[in-house]
């Protein structure tokens, strides 16, 4: 390839110009990068030490952004609703699917409860230590998935997932509107909360009890978009 | 000489130097396979190495060496020296948001192809005619 | 020392996404995009941010691997 014949002069001069222009920008830029870039988290670590809380980016989520989570909550919602609008199918061909091998029967039903188990834990702890209802929920949906994988039969009913949203969904919203009437702001926090309760596992007030309905919203809608992903393969 | 260039590379803006120009080179990469790649799975994939490529720039901006995570701990028993929680907890979020996001647009691309039966970007050209 | 991980990291990241973008195999790709996720996670571990390293490490490696994996069983033929 001849670079003189295949690009034109004026592309190359122009290219070599703007690179030019770039890196003189980046490299003035980069010469005055502020030490700190971020300043609002101090206050916000100070504020901290009032709620008993170990995990400062816990009170984040739930407590000083928690109308945020909420609004995430509802676009993971949507996405879950629209997977199901557009994969949602009206038989399960459970019949001509292939039985899957011994060992991973075995070892799936060996796992499920420990995984179960570990994501229950991670969502319980997110105020002491590192997780929380995010990840918790989308541990108990890798459990489902494993389930999926191995055996034929296992089904999610729908019931059960619907109470379950149902219930996060607005209990999440009755929490916020209690702290509205007692606390004078929507999700505060009237729950007892002390620094000297720190480290147990009530401690902290509503923020435990609020990353676990986010975790128990979070792990339904995800096991259901496994679900959806997953029937949908076994009918063509 | 290899002491020299350790202590260089750990002063504070050669650090933010390192990620800055590191999360932009993963983000063109991502760029790069969006505009060349012609498969749909690609261009999925792309999407998701600029996203990660965004989230990088945002952590790496927000840490500053020698502070540590925002957690109490056995050693930490006040929260003093400890990085920015603030873009933690977005990311954090962006996280689900952005994998919730992206199985929607897989679903669509799934129905689309069981309309169609196209899975390339330059085939899907039913708004030309 | 750190500064030379982080360096080293970067470069690491950056040659697997090219090579998972430029792979002519679909099943490849996908993995070498789980790599990259992994790879992110290291860098999250360094900048102290752990959980943000915990949802990274369970999303991109969970959850992603199966919807691509869907993906590409449903469209995967490549022409």
Redesign the interface.
Known sequence: MNIKRDISTTTLSSFTLSAFFVLTVLSILLQNIPQKLFSAGDSLLKLNSDQGVANAVTTVVVYFRGFDTLGEIAVLFIASFGIGLMLTSQTHGDKNKVKSNFMLQLGARLLFPIIILFGVYVMTFGHLSVGGGFQGGVIIASAVLLMFVSSNHFHLSHRVVEVLETFAGISYVMIGLIGLIVVDSFLGNFLPHNISQLGLLLSGGIVPIIYIIIGIKVGSEMSLIVQNMLQRSDND | MIEG??E?????????????L??M??FF??L??LL??R????V???I??ME?AV??LF???????G???????DAHT???Q????????????A???G??????G??????Y??LTGK??LDQMNEMKH | MIGLILLGTFIAVIVIAFVAITQPKLPDAIILSMGVGLAAVVLFVLFQAPDVALTEAVIGTGIGSLIYLMALKHLGEQK
């Open positions: 260039i350790l260089y590379l750990n002063q504070t803006e050669v650090i933010k130097t390192i990620v800055i590191g999360s080179g993963l990469v991502g790069f396979g060349s790649q498969h749909i799975i690609k999925f994939i792309s998701g190495i990660i989230f990088i952590i790496g901006l927000s840490f500053q060496k502070l540590t995570a925002p957690m109490l701990g006040s929260f003093v400890m990085n920015d929680p603030i873009p933690h907890a977005m990311i954090l979020t996280i689900v948001i994998m919730a996001v992206l199985a929607l897989i679903s669509f691309a799934i129905e192809y069981k899975n390339r």
